[in-house]
Every structure is written in C-alpha cells, then in structure tokens.
C-alpha cells in the first residue's frame, strides 16, 4: 500500500512557477512509475507527467511540454513537479499517482493517488 500526499499547490500569476510536491510513504517508492495528472470541473483527468521507475525515462503532455519538468528524490521518497511558464490554462487540481514498476500514462493504469492539490493561474 502507498499513501501519496501533494503540497505545493497555490495561486500563481501568468508567467509565474510553483513546485509540487508528493511525499510517498513505504519503503519501495523506487519501483514505483509516478505520474501527475490534473483535472478541470465536468473535465476528465488529464495526464500531465510520468516519471519510470527503472530508468527516470520521463514523458510529457503535449500541453506542459517544454515548461514542466518531473524528477524524483528516491532517497526522499518524493516526486516534483516545477511547472514555469504558467498560464490560466493550467489551472486545476494536480494529482500525484503511483504505479508498481511499469511506466504508464493512462490515468487506469495507476493504482494509488493523493487528494490532489489546486493551482490557480491568474491571468
């Protein structure tokens, strides 16, 4: 079992960063692909960020691309999220997801998920 807890979410500028966080309990987080998702009211959940378990392989959507960037702290059982360049377009509720081994990007394909934090960029 893996309890996920996100911080880090806010109200930002456009233009502006922030930094997730999602803190991991368990002794195996390095086996674990995390991924980030987000989600709008009356929207599904989008994929915004994976990050493998074996090799740190990361992907991207097409949308965060070039501004977000994913790593991992194994030794702090933490994943991030630095997203720059914001726009109100990014607003929404961040999920942080867990997965045993495989990489994914498929909201179905993770197991565990924190209670998701909000970010609001104004514009």
């Known amino acids: 079992q893996v309890q996920l807890v996100e911080s880090g979410g806010g109200l930002v500028q456009a233009g502006g960063s922030l930094r997730l966080s999602c803190a991991a309990s368990?002794?195996?987080?390095?086996?674990?692909?995390m991924g980030w998702f987000r989600q709008t009211p009356g929207k599904e959940r989008d994929f915004v960020a994976a990050?493998?378990?074996?090799?740190?392989?990361?992907y991207y959507s097409d949308s965060v691309k070039g501004r977000f960037t994913i790593f991992r702290d194994n030794a702090k059982n933490t994943v991030y999220l630095q997203m720059n360049s914001l726009n109100p377009e990014d607003t929404a509720v961040y999920y942080c997801?867990?997965?045993?081994?495989?990489?994914?990007?498929?909201?179905?394909?993770?197991?565990?998920w924190g209670q998701g934090t909000q970010v609001t960029v104004s514009s």
């Open positions: 990050i493998c378990w074996a090799n740190g392989i990361t």
């Open positions: 997801a867990a997965r045993l081994r495989n990489c994914r990007q498929n909201q179905n394909d993770y197991n565990y």
């Open positions: 368990g002794r195996t987080f390095s086996s674990y692909t």
